[in-house]
Structure formats: C-alpha cells, structure tokens
C-alpha cells in the first residue's frame, strides 16, 4: 500500500522495542485494554477448543500472549512462534521455554504471511497486534485462509488488535476517543507518536469486515469477546 512502511522498517522497529514488549504489563500499553483482551481470547481457546496440544501465535513478540494461554492451559502445549523480528522470537522463545509448561517450543521468523504449516497442524491459533500491519484484500483473504487450513475441524483462532469503523463519522468518534486514552497515558506527545507510527504502518479493518471475511473462508462459527474504542477481541471456530 503506497506510502506505508516497508517490512524491513516494521521488523527494525519492533527489534529495537524488545524490553518494552517483555512486559505483560506495559508490553501493549498503546492498546485499550490489553491485559483484559488477552485474558479473554486465552480463556475462549481454553472454553472452545479441547484438547489444546499444539498453539501457533503469529507475530508473537515477547512472547505475552502465548505465556497468558499457559496460564489457562496448565496441562500445556506445544508452542509454535512466529514474527520477523529475530530478536524478539529469541526473548519469546526464553520466555516460554523457562516457564517449563510447553512440551516443545518452535520459531519460525518471517513475514507470516509466507508460513506454510501443514493442514490441520493446530487445535489453537493466535493472532494479538498483528493483523493491523496487512494491507491490500488479498493480504488479508490469504492471511486468513492460511489460518484456517492450518486448524484441526474444532480448533479456533483468536485475535486481539487495532480496528478501524465501516462509517467514517464513528471511526472520527472512536479515534478521538483512543487520542484521549493515549494522552492520559503519555501527554500529547505520546499521542503524536502512536498515531504517526500507526499512520506509516498499519492498515486496520472493521470488526464486521474481518468476522464476514472468516466466514468467508470457511469458519463455521465466530465471536465478539470485547471491544473498546479501537481495539477488539474476537475470534472464530473452524
């Protein structure tokens, strides 16, 4: 999409940002909500699909969310990552490893959007902030399908991110209202700072939009778990 940051500039990004993203709590701290949302998609894999023994978390980070769905899942699983940072991947990695619950960790680093797992590899998939960084239809229908070959019949795929509105008047409302959140955390400058980079990176889409795009591609079942602003939680059940 012209004139959004390349790959090469995203992964530089987020591999300068890796202490910041190590921290369940302040990780996500430009996302409404983000302890709750990942709380939630980690109890909706454990409510919706069982046995969970194999979990794949595109553009994994540090780590955070795979390390939220151990928490639930004591009985553990085996753990795929995925992200383009190298780096990130290693502190992820680390992290879930040291917790001593995944019965094996695996790192794939890359554009996801090139990961080719074998059908049915995976009862959970996990998709938190990442989704946002797609840009054209086809990106997304691809993305998506990917996902959706990759689950067992009954696995299920959880998303937390960054959503744009279908009516432009609520989408105004909605980004007011997260430039209001990011000051009260930060001050105006913070507030310049997230939106200049989410200006140059990301490319979000409705809830609507992606829910009737998971249909779309074969997902039998699909739900809201929450929303706040411009953000939400939600997933679907293959």
């Keep these: 999409m012209k004139g959004k940051s390349s790959i090469d500039e995203i992964r530089a990004r987020f591999d300068a940002d890796v202490e910041r993203f190590s921290n369940l709590e302040t990780g996500q701290e430009a996302t409404v909500d983000a302890p709750l949302a990942m709380e939630l998609i980690s109890r909706a894999a454990v409510a919706a ?7 794949l978390d595109i553009g994994c980070g540090a780590g955070n969310n795979t390390l939220k769905l151990l928490d639930y899942c004591p009985e553990g699983f085996e753990t795929h990552l995925v992200d383009l940072s190298l780096p990130m991947l290693e502190r992820a990695h680390q992290r879930v490893a040291s ?3 995944s019965d094996a960790v695996h790192v794939w680093q890359g554009d996801f ?6 059908s049915g590899s995976f009862d959970v998939v996990i998709a938190a902030a990442v989704l946002h960084h797609l840009r054209e239809d086809r990106d997304w229908e691809n993305a998506f399908r990917m996902v959706f070959e990759s689950l067992r019949p009954g696995g299920s795929f959880w998303i937390t991110d960054l959503v744009s509105h279908e009516n432009s008047a609520i989408h105004q409302l909605m980004w007011r209202r997260y430039g209001d959140y990011l000051e009260s955390r ?11 980079y989410i200006e140059l990176e990301d490319s979000p889409r409705p809830v609507s939009w992606q829910l ?9 079942h699909t739900e809201i778990l929450h929303k706040n602003s411009c953000f939400a939680a939600f997933g679907a059940i293959r």
Excluded: W
């Design 49 to 55: 699909t069982s046995p969970i023994r194999r979990v």
């Design 212 to 220: 009737d795009l998971l249909r779309r591609v074969g997902f039998r």
């Design 99 to 101: 917790t001593g619950r």
């Design 113 to 118: 959007r090139e990961y080719r797992p074998a």
């Design 186 to 196: 930060g001050g105006p400058e913070y507030r310049r700072r997230v939106f200049d």
